[in-house]
């Protein structure tokens, strides 16, 4: 774990690819008890350390996870995803061209539970949720190519869907039509910026997170940078 910022009210990290943010029925130890575990250990808090989940990565993508340590930041921030105020950009690596350098993609999308996976549709169906992003092409190699997004809407698995209904299925995701898996597990998805308003502050904060440690991540950083 990475401490990207922290103060007495939020601290923000970067997520390895494998990490679940919050406990679920795996039982593995969560993010959320490691960055509880930090605050206890730096802060040297004898008792119970709050710390609220604001928002989640899927356990295959890596980059910026914001948690609050304060509840009254925890239901300011709370809102602040709930109405788009904060802005979140992602970088992915997909294994076709986009048919555009850049555009705006809009589907309505519907999750299967027992798959756990969601499907893209052009008009809306019974069931369905209205899925916007933004993305732009970056930088390319002979086989990848290196897609940047904006999300204006948050559905499961949005930009894995979105982008592979454009045809530009993210590297390693076989969930959503890659052909092949990472060595590592991840999929080649990175929640690479997170900007907002600080809920107590009010200070402008811009955080950015460094792309894994892998050989195409790096040639694509200096890239994409």
Not at 47 to 67: A, E, I, M, Q, T
Not at 73 to 95: G, N, P
């Amino acid at each position: 774990m990475k401490v990207i910022y922290e103060d007495n009210h939020v601290i923000i990290v970067s997520k390895s690819s494998g990490e679940i943010v919050q406990g679920d029925k795996t039982g593995d130890v969560p993010l959320s008890e490691t960055v509880k575990a930090y605050i206890k250990e730096t802060c040297g808090k004898p008792g119970n350390v709050f710390l609220g989940v604001v928002h989640r990565l899927d356990r295959p993508v890596s980059g910026v996870v914001l948690f609050a340590r304060t509840s009254k930041a925890l239901s300011r921030l709370s809102e602040m995803f709930r109405t788009r105020a904060v802005q979140k950009t992602y970088w992915a690596i997909v294994t076709a061209p986009p048919p555009q350098t850049a555009g705006t993609l809009r589907h309505w999308l519907t999750r299967d539970e027992k798959t756990n996976k969601a499907r893209a549709y052009d008009r809306e169906v019974p069931g369905s949720k209205q899925a916007i992003l933004d993305y732009r092409l970056i930088a390319s190699s002979d086989r990848y190519w290196l897609l940047e997004m904006e999300l204006h809407t948050g559905r499961h698995h949005q930009i894995r869907c979105q982008l592979s209904k454009m045809g530009c299925p993210i590297k390693g995701d076989l969930k959503y039509g890659a052909a092949r898996s990472n060595p590592d597990g991840s999929i080649s998805l990175h929640a690479r910026r997170l900007q907002f308003e600080h809920p107590v502050s009010k200070q402008a904060i811009d955080v950015v997170a460094s792309v894994p440690d892998d050989k195409l991540w790096r040639f694509f950083s200096r890239l994409g940078d």
